[in-house]
């Protein structure tokens, strides 16, 4: 297990790249992170692979910096709206220009409103599916309905059957 290189700070354990108060030089593991974000530290790695992180290596060991975990929120963030890793690895790069972060707002809204229009319409489609299942188990459970009630009535019309009496063996 990696070595625990991290200045505790006060307070709530963070979850989820929850805002914290950090203090200068905190460090974490990738252990830590992966607890913190709930991820595994094979996605972590995976991650880094990708080029979305670029810890500080000491070795074999990660060490992570506040920019690595403030990346690491954003890739969470990003991939729970459904962007792709390569979308966000575009977001991030752009954060070093030295424009104050506008192109990097600008794409991002951009991605962002594009990622909102393939929702709305996912929901179309998915109200429509909606629909249409409701409206064929409607016109099944009548089906059904209509199949009992038929049944029903041609038991009622077939003349009883008469048992012959059984004979008892004495």
Avoid: W
């Avoid at 530290?41 to 500080?56: N, Q, S």
């Avoid at 910096?65 to 790069?93: F, M, P, Q, W, Y």
């Amino acid at each position: 297990m990696e070595q625990q290189l991290h200045t505790e700070a006060a307070g709530a354990p963070r979850r989820n790249g929850a805002a914290q108060c950090e203090a200068p030089g905190t460090t974490y593991s990738i252990t830590e992170l992966a607890d913190e974000f709930g991820l595994t530290t094979r996605a972590i790695r995976f991650y880094e692979d990708k080029g979305l992180l670029k810890p500080e290596r000491k070795g074999q060991t990660r060490i992570y910096h506040s920019r690595d975990r403030a990346r690491l929120t954003l890739i969470v963030r990003g991939k729970n709206v459904g962007l792709a890793l390569s979308e966000i690895k575009e977001i991030l790069s752009l954060y070093d220009l030295s424009d104050g972060c506008e192109t990097q707002n600008r794409v991002a809204v951009d991605k962002f409103r594009r990622r909102i229009s393939q929702l709305h319409e996912q929901r179309r489609e998915i109200d429509l599916q909606i629909k249409t299942l409701e409206e064929s188990c409607a016109r099944l459970e009548a089906q059904i309905e209509r199949q009992v009630k038929e049944a029903g009535a041609a038991i009622a019309a077939k003349p009883a059957k008469t048992k012959k009496p059984e004979k008892a063996i004495v």
